[in-house]
């Protein structure tokens, strides 16, 4: 059993290695053509900083962890059906199974290799891609402006003893420095306190954040009669806070790039303060499920080994496993929206593409495998 499970295993490996490199071959180039446009500009902030070739070539190789993340579950599909169609059109599959390859055992074969890609998948998503993304967008804030997420910035909400703030931050540098700050204080009745505009800003090590260009209002509602505005203008303003910088960042990125334990500390603070966290618990329990998607590509490519080839190639089956592959990317993508329109529970919205197709390896299986 031994050599059989090495014999398979290094062919699905190297098929899977070989789709993989197919694959980001195809999106580094068109990362790559998407970063043309902006080669030869200068940075908003620093004009003497040009963002060249190399800038682009060394930003597109960083989001490659992210695009290998993607692609594992779609790679392993294809090329354990590669190797399983062709093991069945020359035969050889026939003979491991006179051999004692029974379809149990088989199962539990590529059970075994679909846990050494599912703990890749884990350490690629949670510990490569998310470090290698946030190192990728720094570097283009740092040539092409501040990362941000559209014209309204980040919002984030503080409690504290006495006052509720809405925070608003419309974008971070590379360096860490704040832009377009705006702070709304509110009393524990609901009512506005303050409001505070700054222009630019930074998060300090002692719990508070440094303030610049500072505009506040304070609403004096003691009385209708009485009632009035008081209006300042501060160079500098400290501001104690317990948003960090981790927060913001946080914020502005794209949770489906941030690590699970980011993601859960971030839901825990969102939940704490009051603020909806329906998207980042069907981005957490998609980071969960997405690595065990893994198994269940190799369950469903089982069956091909025992298609009989009387004719032909394997070409047919090769293209329809990479249908049923991008089938399930679409689908995986196409649940998280919906199950955001729809308020569906976080875990059955990241949840159920995996389910669908763990009923459709298992029937296949049943029907092909077993019974046929």
Not at 78 to 107: F, M, N
Request: one cysteine or more; charged letters at 15%.
């Amino acid at each position: 059993m031994k050599t059989i499970k090495r014999l398979i295993y290094g062919e699905i490996f190297t098929a899977v290695g070989f789709v993989l490199l197919a694959f980001l071959s195809l999106f580094f180039f068109f990362d790559f053509v998407d970063e043309l446009a902006s080669i030869g500009k200068p940075s908003r902030l620093e004009p003497n900083l040009i963002y060249e070739m190399r800038h682009a070539l060394l930003y597109v190789a960083l989001l490659m962890p992210s695009r290998l993340y993607e692609l594992l579950p779609i790679s392993v599909l294809i090329g354990s059906v590669a190797v399983l169609a062709r093991l069945a059109h020359s035969s050889e599959y026939t003979i491991l199974r006179t051999s004692g390859l029974g379809p149990w055992r088989a199962l539990r074969t590529l059970l075994g290799l679909g846990l050494i890609f599912v703990i890749l998948t884990l350490a690629v998503g949670d510990y490569v891609a998310p470090l290698s993304d946030r190192t990728a967008q720094l570097l283009k804030a740092r040539y092409q402006g501040r990362i941000s997420i559209g014209q309204t910035g980040a919002w984030l909400k503080e409690r504290q003893t006495y006052s509720n703030f809405s925070v608003n931050v419309g974008s971070m540098s590379a360096q860490g420095a704040l832009a377009g700050i705006r702070i709304f204080e509110f009393d524990n009745q609901g009512y506005l306190v303050s409001t505070l505009q700054a222009q630019s800003g930074r998060i300090e090590n002692d719990n508070s954040w440094t303030l610049n260009k500072v505009q506040r209002r304070e609403f004096d509602t003691a009385g209708l009669k009485s009632a009035r505005i008081h209006h300042s203008k501060l160079e500098t303003l400290r501001w104690p806070s317990d948003i960090s910088a981790e927060m913001v960042s946080t914020a502005l990125l794209k949770p489906e790039r941030m690590r699970t334990a980011d993601l859960f500390a971030y839901i825990q603070h969102l939940e704490a303060n009051g603020q909806s966290a329906q998207r980042y618990e069907i981005e957490f329990w998609r980071k969960v499920f997405y690595p065990l998607s893994c198994l269940v590509m190799v369950v469903l490519a089982l069956p091909f080994a025992y298609l009989h080839f009387r004719s032909g190639g394997i070409t047919g089956y090769v293209f329809l496993g990479v249908m049923i592959g991008i089938s399930f990317f679409l689908l995986n993508n196409v649940f998280g929206y919906i199950g955001n329109l729809n308020q569906w529970r976080p875990w059955l919205a990241a949840a159920s593409p995996a389910l669908i197709y763990t009923v459709m390896s298992l029937g296949a299986f049943g029907w092909l495998v077993l019974r046929r």
